[in-house]
């Protein structure tokens, strides 16, 4: 590339008075509105720490470098003696460049060394640094007593849970099995649960654990729940959080046990012994629907319970049977017809592990099995079914959804997903109002709302199972999706869920857990995109 295409803009005089600084700082001209649109053209921003080397931080250099992060430029700090906002818990090195002074003849030839991939991914990172800790007051003053409980080791508020209202309703016969709706071949699930539903452990922790902790936390890399102010900056996710010496009274369940495909399959594997998930299944006056889907999680292994969330105004009918699966029903009354309803975090869902599923999603029992299976190796993802992707439009210059056959995606809806529920009170109490609220105008686009704000957590895309990419309900009512205004609509929201976030949070990936050792039948069609592990 040509160096002396390279444009530098440099001001040595201000054009109006210049804000007050200190003797040895470089002074900050022109109002913030100019210098905004300035650094939203530019893909550096230079930060010249003050002369004096005592002087570690000074409010212009903090203002210079929040006016950068703001609109995506990547700071560039010369002077190696300065300290960032939060160094001891924030890696800026992530974001920021650092250069020390003695090196400044270097630095046209170190910023070109850089790769497009990388600088975009400094900008998203910085975007995300800003929004995080420093855009409102409210964030900073949450940041503060977040630094302040974990230096002094204070455990964070509890995660405030929805209260579930439920609706009585009648059990009616005991479900039976359709050979159709739960074939599993010739398949063993592993160990069907013969105990009652057990919770997740709530979190716990003593101080020999809390000192205990401090050794692996600052050696490993840094979890998707490190950068959010309204936890501890740097917790143990909630699924670590538990007694791991002896005598805790867990007993294994399989896992370590290796072996062939006969013992994976009996086996639940994973890190963590013991565990249940709960279904999740939103439904809005499709009764004869609903009930066929409950009566299909009759025998399910693991399942703690089912909570349905029920948006419609009307009850249930009053003659409605609903099936008997041996294991709890919540009905949920909710207070309007909203599809954020599907991610409050509701007191009656008692485990870590969620599965989101409508009430028209048919999945086998294996396919849900297989698909808890991976959520427990990768807790901090969506693992899910019907996979989609995000393209840029180059005509209209904007994003598009896009729902056809790919082998790359970079969602996955949670028509059909596992997620942690610590994911449902992000949604519902920290994302930004606005997203919910266009969720509702359209009620469309809560499933991207949701991989949007795992992806922007954990800077990691989600986790497709198996060869299903479609869910179909014969004799269904006419779905929404069918609808071309859908496919608009969620054009719509993809962009306008960018604006908020300042950046496209989404991530493409190739990659798929496919059940193997489970027999997949696999179309031939599709092979030369699959991944296997």
């Not at 040509?2 to 201000?14: A, G, I, K, P, R």
Request: hydrophobic letters at 40%; glycine letters at 6%.
């Amino acid at each position: 590339m040509d160096s002396h295409l390279d444009q530098v803009l440099v001001e040595f005089t201000c054009k109006n008075q210049p804000k007050p600084s200190l003797p040895t700082e470089w002074a900050l001209c022109g109002e913030r509105e100019d210098r905004l649109e300035v650094l939203k053209v530019s893909t550096f921003a230079l930060v010249i720490s003050p002369g004096d080397v005592q002087l570690v931080a000074s409010a212009g250099c903090s203002m210079r470098l929040f006016e950068a992060l703001e609109v995506g430029a990547i700071p560039v700090v010369l002077g190696d003696h300065s300290k960032l906002p939060y160094h001891h818990l924030i890696r800026w090195s992530e974001a920021v460049i650092m250069v020390p002074k003695p090196r400044i003849t270097e630095l046209h030839f170190l910023l070109r060394s850089i790769s497009d991939n990388d600088l975009l991914a400094m900008r998203r990172q910085g975007r995300f640094l800003w929004e995080t800790y420093f855009s409102t007051s409210e964030s900073i003053f949450s940041t503060i007593l977040a630094s302040v409980r974990t230096s002094i080791q204070i455990p964070a508020a509890p995660i405030r849970e929805e209260p579930a209202q439920e609706i009585p309703h009648k059990a009616g016969k005991l479900a039976g099995t359709d050979a159709n709706m739960a074939d599993n071949g010739d398949l063993d699930l592993g160990p069907v649960e013969v105990e009652p539903p057990y919770a997740s452990p709530r979190f716990l922790r003593n101080f020999t654990y809390t000192a205990a902790d401090v050794y692996r936390t600052w050696n490993r890399a840094p979890g998707p729940f490190h950068l959010f102010p309204h936890t501890p900056l740097d917790p143990v996710l909630p699924s670590e959080a538990k007694f791991l010496g002896s005598g805790t009274g867990f007993r294994p369940i399989g896992g370590g046990s290796g072996g062939s495909g006969k013992e994976f399959q009996a086996a639940l594997g994973g890190n963590v012994p013991r565990e249940q998930f709960t279904v999740v299944m939103l439904t809005y006056e499709r009764e004869e629907v609903l009930m066929n889907s409950l009566e299909r999680l009759n025998g399910l292994p693991y399942l703690n319970k089912v909570v349905v969330v029920w948006n419609s105004p009307k009850p249930p009918s009053d003659d409605l049977l609903w099936p008997d699966i041996g294991l709890p029903i919540v009905v949920v009354r909710t207070e309007k017809n909203s599809l954020n309803n599907r991610f409050l975090p509701w007191d009656a869902v008692e485990t870590e592990a969620v599965l989101s599923i409508d009430d028209d999603a048919h999945l086998r029992h294996d396919e849900i099995m297989f698909g808890f299976r991976v959520w427990r190796e990768a807790r901090d993802r969506i693992v899910g079914f019907p996979g989609r992707f995000h393209a840029w439009d180059v005509n209209h210059q904007s994003w598009l959804y896009n729902s056809n056959y790919s082998c790359e995606l970079s969602m996955v809806l949670t028509g059909a997903a596992f997620f942690h529920k610590y994911y449902a009170y992000l949604y519902s109490y920290v994302m930004p109002q606005a997203i919910r609220d266009m969720v509702d105008e359209y009620i469309n686009c809560e499933d991207i709302a949701m991989n949007f704000l795992v992806s922007h957590i954990t800077r990691k895309p989600p986790i497709k199972v198996t060869s299903r990419w479609t869910f179909r309900c014969p004799g269904c009512p006419q779905a929404l999706s069918h609808d071309d205004s859908h496919f608009h609509e969620r054009h719509k929201c993809i962009n306008f869920f960018v604006k908020v976030y300042g950046y496209m949070p989404l991530l493409y990936t190739q990659f798929r857990v496919d059940s193997v050792l489970f027999k997949t039948r696999l179309p031939h069609d599709k092979t030369k995109c699959f991944k296997f592990i």
